[in-house]
């Protein structure tokens, strides 16, 4: 059973950085695309960015882009999400979520880890 | 960039009827259109993908269809772990991965 689990979400400032992390298990994680999601309070989904399974070509939002690195580790099955200058419009629940293969649709989603900007 | 325009926003339906949600997109995505379901508090869950084909253990209540830009997605006997939201997407011409804005599927 394929199983995301993400952590590191929580409670920031304004201009401050994060790291999310994304556990994966129940997959070769080495051979699938991933992505981050998020979504506001109350709002529909966004999406945030994109890695391909070998990490060599990356995605992202124009919300994000210049301020959100995504990057994984394959030998830890690991994707992870660097985010920097943060501002209170990234406040979400950010999801971990799986491709169907390389650029596809989404097939698996973890339970997501909340994301606060706040002063 | 396709924009996917889902209606109506919010749909009130009585237990064993049938729903019919719309997404649109604003050029061809071919079938590349996926549709997820997101209940309260939970992470969304894959349906459907490429316009009409359930995923792995949806029940077959569910069914999409396409026509051109136009995407539908039908249940046919709503059961009450039905309510929820439902999101449509295209994979066509990415990035980015376009959601809609969702349909909220509620009791009548």
């Known amino acids: 059973e394929v199983q995301l689990v993400e952590s590191g979400g929580g409670l920031v400032q304004p201009g401050g950085s994060l790291r999310l992390s994304c556990s994966a298990s129940?997959?070769?994680?080495?051979?699938?695309?991933m992505h981050w999601v998020r979504q506001a309070p109350g709002k529909g989904l966004e999406y945030v960015s994109g890695i391909s399974s070998n990490g060599g070509d990356t995605h992202y939002a124009d919300s994000v882009k210049g301020r959100f690195s995504i990057s994984r580790d394959n030998s830890k099955n690991t994707l992870y999400l660097q985010m920097s200058s943060l501002r209170p419009e990234d406040t979400a629940v950010y999801y971990c979520?799986?491709?169907?293969?390389?650029?596809?649709?989404?097939?698996?989603w973890g339970q997501g880890t909340l994301v606060t900007v706040s002063s | 960039e396709a924009v996917m325009t889902q209606s109506p926003a919010t749909l009130s339906v009585s237990p064993g009827e049938r729903a019919t949600l719309s997404c649109r997109a604003s050029q061809s995505v071919r079938s590349n259109v996926a549709w997820y379901q997101q209940k309260p508090g939970q992470a969304p869950r894959l349906l459907i993908y490429?316009?009409?084909t359930r995923a792995t253990g949806i029940p077959a209540r569910f069914s999409g269809s396409a026509s051109g830009t136009e995407f539908t997605l039908t249940i046919s006997s709503l059961q009450s772990e039905d309510f929820a939201v439902y999101y449509c997407q295209h994979y066509n011409n990415w990035p980015p991965w376009t959601f809609g804005q969702g349909t909220k599927v509620e009791i009548k």
């Open positions: 129940g997959l070769t994680f080495s051979n699938y695309a």
């Open positions: 979520v799986k491709d169907y293969t390389s650029w596809y649709y989404f097939d698996y």
């Open positions: 490429a316009a009409s």
